[in-house]
């Protein structure tokens, strides 16, 4: 059974940095493209970054680029995002996801199976 468990939300001031953490088992993932999710209150939940295990290339939302990193530590099973000039506006809940890797990445919640719990960014002003 897939688990993904997140970590390393919290309370940041504007322009700080977090970096969250979604530790992933049950399943050999060199197949797996892991993606990051999140969800405002009141929103609807929007791709942030996405990552193929195997090879490693990347994806970003055009309103993270430049400023988030999506990366993976291979033998650790773990899947980070570096959140680098936060901004009120990504005060969200973070999700991690995952699904079998096809021809393209989906940037839809459709698109990945298996999810975590979550965890909260909170950017004060």
């Known amino acids: 059974q897939v688990q993904l468990v997140e970590s390393g939300g919290g309370l940041v001031q504007a322009g700080g940095s977090l970096r969250l953490s979604c530790a992933a088992s049950g399943r050999t993932f060199s197949s797996y493209v892991m993606g990051w999710f999140r969800q405002a209150p009141g929103k609807e939940r929007e791709f942030v970054a996405a990552?193929?295990?195997?090879?490693?290339?990347?994806y970003y939302a055009d309103s993270v680029k430049g400023r988030f990193t999506i990366s993976r530590a291979y033998a650790e099973n773990t899947v980070y995002l570096q959140m680098n000039g936060l901004k009120p506006e990504d005060t969200a809940v973070y999700y991690c996801?995952?699904?079998?890797?096809?021809?393209?990445?989906?940037?839809?919640?459709?698109?990945?199976?298996?999810w975590g719990q979550g965890t909260q960014v909170t950017v004060s002003s």
């Open positions: 990552i193929r295990w195997s090879g490693g290339r990347t």
């Open positions: 996801a995952a699904d079998l890797a096809g021809a393209g990445v989906a940037i839809i919640p459709g698109g990945y199976t298996y």
